[in-house]
T-cell receptor, first 116, second 111 residues
Framework: GAVVSQHPSWVICKSGTSVKIECRSLDFQATTMFWYRQFPKQSLMLMAT?????????EQGVEKDKFLINHASLTLSTLTVTSAHPEDSSFYIC????????????FGPGTRLTVT | KQEVTQIPAALSVPEGENLVLNCSFTDSAIYNLQWFRQDPGKGLTSLLLIQSSQREQTSGRLNASLDKSSGRSTLYIAASQPGDSATYLC??????????FGAGTILRVKS
């Protein structure tokens, strides 16, 4: 149980275009989903926390207009990188939990974004 | 602000060795601490989760300890195997359900 999927697993896009990444909880209802970013050989940095049906809470320094997060259902959250630039190239990982008091988060396999 | 540090940054050992990975955190007020494994280009696999009231957790050849008062945790891997080669991440949950990660230890087990 507790499986989280991401789609796509990798994507290459041109500078200036937008890219959408999906995060799905396959066998449980994810009240809360998290989006992380990981640069090569660095750790995961939390970008934002989203609760189903409400606006995402962004971490300091993360541009909410650039990284649009939607959590419209209990099994799906999306991250849209708008007007992507090469510096947005990174590994994006989502995680999901059953809510604020849930014991742990379950992580997706990640999406490698390359902006050319 | 909670900060998590992992030492060493990288470790290379011959197969069969027992090894210890270290994790320290600056604020002892945590709900739990978790160790993850990450293979190159992949997501995270949870290895062990230690609640703040616990001192250790074991799973197979893995044993994780937690000393909350001193802000330290260790992950002990017994009889290492080449398949253990990966990056090991330590993360603490300070409040709510956010996680704060360390930078990881890159482990290479040579056959």
């Amino acid at each position: 149980g507790a499986v989280v999927s991401q789609h796509p697993s990798w994507v290459i896009c041109k500078s200036g275009t937008s890219v959408k990444i999906e995060c799905r909880s396959l066998d449980f209802q994810a009240t809360t989903m998290f989006w992380y970013r990981q640069f090569p050989k660095q750790s995961l940095m939390l970008m934002a926390t989203s609760n189903e049906g409400s606006k995402a809470t962004y971490e300091q320094g993360v541009e909410k207009d650039k990284f649009l997060i939607n959590h419209a259902s209990l099994t799906l959250s999306t991250l849209t990188v708008t007007s992507a630039h090469p510096e947005d190239s990174s590994f994006y990982i989502c995680s999901a939990s059953g809510g604020p008091l849930a014991r742990e988060q379950y992580f997706g396999p990640g999406t490698r974004l390359t902006v050319t | 602000k909670q900060e998590v540090t992992q030492i060493p940054a990288a470790l290379s050992v011959p197969e069969g060795e027992n090894l210890v990975l270290n994790c320290s955190f600056t604020d002892s007020a945590i709900y739990n601490l978790q160790w993850f494994r990450q293979d190159p280009g992949k997501g995270l696999t949870s290895l062990l989760l230690i609640q703040s009231s616990q001192r250790e957790q074991t799973s197979g050849r893995l044993n994780a300890s937690l000393d909350k008062s001193s802000g330290r945790s260790t992950l002990y891997i017994a009889a290492s195997q080449p398949g253990d080669s990966a990056t090991y991440l330590c993360a603490v949950r300070p409040d709510g359900n956010k996680l704060v990660f360390g930078a990881g230890t890159i482990l290479r087990v040579k056959s």
